[in-house]
């Protein structure tokens, strides 16, 4: 490489994002746990969390809840969940988690504000939601679903960023990614 292009080539490195884009995040349009339409439109330019639950879930569903509850409160002493980041976690049990079970689900976790929307709908809306997000849930032992767990960044243009399983969804890292969308923005 000439020694003069060098430079030019250093400062385009640091031009590139850390996080590849994915692809863009599909729109859905449910209920929160108040009964309120949520749209995935209503939050572009912030960046989102967007993970998939149940509330009578008795293995993955709950760790991700908590875990995602210490990014959200990390995040809230940071000054961020202001107006900068949302938390979406949509149900894979429509048919049992109504806006009002999913009400109790947010306190059992000590969720407050409104920058954590637990969203439902009908079986069909949100088998489209599923769909849309490549997700499933189909039905496993003693009543419990089975389904991947997966917690998607999206970034504030509505694009994933990011995709993490339970095994990688750390605190840290998901505050330096977050981060890094926001000094993107």
Not at 117 to 144: C, I, Y
């Amino acid at each position: 490489m000439n020694i003069l292009l060098f430079p030019l080539f250093l400062l385009s490195m640091n031009d590139t994002p850390r996080l590849p884009v994915i692809k863009p995040a599909p729109d859905f349009a449910l209920q929160d746990s108040a009964g309120k339409s949520i749209r995935l439109a209503d939050l572009r330019g912030k960046v989102v969390l967007v993970s998939f639950i149940f509330t009578t879930c008795n293995g993955s569903c709950p760790a991700t809840t908590h875990r995602l509850a210490k990014v959200h409160e990390s995040l809230n002493q940071r000054g961020l969940l202001k107006d900068k980041v949302r938390f979406v976690s949509i149900t894979l049990d429509p048919e049992r988690d109504r806006p009002e079970v999913l009400r109790d689900y947010k306190r059992l976790f000590e969720i407050e504000g409104d920058s954590w929307h637990f969203l439902t709908g009908s079986p069909a809306e949100v088998k489209k939601v599923h769909a849309a997000w490549d997700m499933w849930a189909r039905p496993g032992a003693n009543g419990q679903l089975d389904h991947p767990s997966r917690i998607f960044l999206v970034d504030g243009h509505a694009r994933i960023r990011e995709i993490y399983n339970l095994e990688f969804l750390r605190t840290p890292w998901v505050i330096e990614d977050i981060e890094a969308l926001l000094k993107e923005e």
